[in-house]
């Protein structure tokens, strides 16, 4: 079994994901480290969509269910750093919010509680409008000392090549990586293009054999195999 860091983590749930489904990804990791030191963010659908439907306001949703995971784990494991293992769009709500700066009307000061954040299949880069409002305000506000007090690894998998003339599943995938980026003649974990994960200051890592989606019976992320791979950052 790979040597893995102790430190508490805690899970944040990707854009239309919920608490639930991250539960495999937890218990994976607690065979390297203690269960007790593992949460996830209590993220819900509404938080991600709004009743009624606000999705402009869901990092805000998104930010105060993090905030409360940081504040009970901190008083858990006081004076232990924190990392957050954040999924796809659940990465960019991360940073802003540990950016500390306002955002639509919301700042959160975590006091240097988390050191570290790992991002599976965040897009940094993307033309989509909804994440386009997060990635604008962390381009604005992201300065090269941020990276001194917080440490981000930016992981995703290229398992997944687009190609609009290829077979159905390269069809496909073409597809959403042009809904992400302007090309879809790229790699990427099905969902998300790899080079729209890459952020300048991060350690970006590309694996590869695991997929985008945590649902059933896939190699996304959170399985064991997904795990394995980029367990080593932590």
Not at 17 to 29: A, I, P, R
Not at 143 to 158: A, G, Q
Not at 202 to 223: C, F, K, Q, S, V
């Amino acid at each position: 079994m790979k040597a893995v860091a102790q430190n508490p983590i805690i899970i944040i749930p990707g854009v239309l994901f919920w608490e639930s489904l991250y539960d495999t990804m937890k218990d994976v990791l607690a065979g390297y480290l203690p269960g007790e030191r593992i949460a996830i963010a209590p993220v819900t659908l509404v938080d991600w969509v709004g009743f009624p439907p606000s999705p402009e306001k869901s990092t805000n949703r998104v930010m105060k269910a993090i905030d409360r995971s940081v504040r009970k784990m901190a008083a858990k494991f006081p004076g232990e750093p924190i990392t957050l293992v954040a999924h796809s769009g659940g990465g960019t709500v991360a940073m802003i919010y540990l950016l500390e700066k306002p955002f639509q009307g919301d700042v959160y000061h975590s006091g240097g509680l988390v050191e570290k954040l790992v991002t599976l299949g965040t897009p940094f880069h993307t033309h989509e409008h909804y994440a386009r409002i997060k990635t604008d305000f962390i381009f604005r506000h992201l300065r090269p000392d941020f990276f001194e007090r917080c440490r981000v690894v930016s992981v995703v998998s290229n398992k997944y090549h687009g190609n609009f003339q290829g077979s159905f599943v390269e069809k496909m995938c073409f597809q959403f990586y042009k809904s992400v980026l302007e090309d879809g003649n790229v790699a990427g974990d099905g969902i998300v293009p790899a080079k729209s994960c890459f952020l300048e200051g991060a350690e970006n890592i590309t694996i590869a054999d695991a997929e985008h989606l945590p649902t059933p019976h896939t190699r996304w992320y959170g399985t064991k195999e997904g795990v394995e791979q980029w367990i080593q950052w932590l």
